[in-house]
């Protein structure tokens, strides 16, 4: 189920590599999908390079995976593919799933007092870059 503001998007993605993601998804914890907006976010703004180990896969084999991004985060993190010389977004979303599988890149959440965590939303320039309970709004006192 997409977050406020997300749009559902269909990269081809090789099943070996959707298949390893998930499964490593799933050891974490993790719902894929979520795996995979936080990474096209990250690379987006500029905080996940681009991983160039890649593992090749039969093209054949491809088909359309729903992921869910903003709008923002999809042609931010286009615009940077294309500056990368990724031939396209579904290239893009099958190299940073295969990196996650791999090991190679990770999530990342880590503990911080109210001032961090200000700072830290302050210091994100996309909606929802935190998915929920990571760095919730502030209250109000």
């Not at 990368?84 to 599988?101: G, H, K, P, T």
Request: aromatic letters at 6%; hydrophobic letters at 45%; charged letters at 25%.
């Amino acid at each position: 189920m997409p977050a406020s503001g997300e749009a559902e998007r269909a990269p081809n993605v090789a099943k070996a590599v959707w298949e390893a993601a998930g499964a490593r998804a799933k050891s974490e914890g993790l719902p894929l999908i979520w795996v995979m907006s936080r990474a096209l976010t990250e690379y987006a703004a500029g905080t996940l390079p681009l991983p160039r180990s890649v593992t090749s896969t039969k093209a054949g084999n491809r088909r359309g995976r729903s992921v869910f991004a903003t709008d923002e985060v999809w042609s931010g993190a286009d615009e940077r593919r294309a500056k990368d010389a990724v031939r396209s977004m579904s290239a893009l979303c099958e190299i940073l799933l295969d990196a996650y599988a791999r090991g190679d890149i990770h999530p990342y959440a880590r503990m911080v007092t109210t001032a961090q965590r200000e700072a830290l939303a302050a210091s994100h320039s996309f909606e929802g870059d935190a998915p929920s309970g990571m760095l919730p709004a502030p209250v109000a006192a």
